[in-house]
């Protein structure tokens, strides 16, 4: 199974700026559709945004114009942008992917976001 791991979370204020990182242990990877989610304590899994092998976006309505994601093939990468942090985007920040079922059956471990004064 390919291998996730996320990082590039931390501490930022409101308004600040982070970008996560999904790095992939295999170059299969970006023949999946990427996705990532995130979980606030006592709260849900939500989506965030994903991104196909083609490269088209898709987003939730709550981070539009603020979160961008991309992917790097050549470093078997996807990066979620998160510009114009607010309070309420703190939580856990999971990747997945989506092998072309539908379903996100691999996740990696998380990384912490936390956006506080």
């Known amino acids: 199974q390919v291998q996730l791991v996320e990082s590039g979370g931390g501490l930022v204020q409101p308004g600040g700026s982070l970008r996560l990182s999904c790095a992939a242990s295999e170059s299969i990877f970006n023949s999946y559709t990427v996705g990532w989610y995130r979980q606030a304590p006592g709260k849900q899994r939500e989506f965030v945004a994903r991104?196909?092998?083609?490269?088209?976006?898709n987003y939730a309505d709550s981070v539009k114009g603020r979160f961008t994601i991309s992917r790097d093939n050549a470093k078997n990468t996807v990066y979620l942008h998160m510009n114009d942090l607010k309070p309420e985007d703190t939580a856990v920040y999971y990747c997945g992917t989506d092998r072309g079922s539908g379903r996100y059956d691999n996740w990696g471990q998380g990384t912490q976001v936390t956006v506080s004064s």
């Open positions: 991104i196909n092998n083609g490269r088209i976006p």
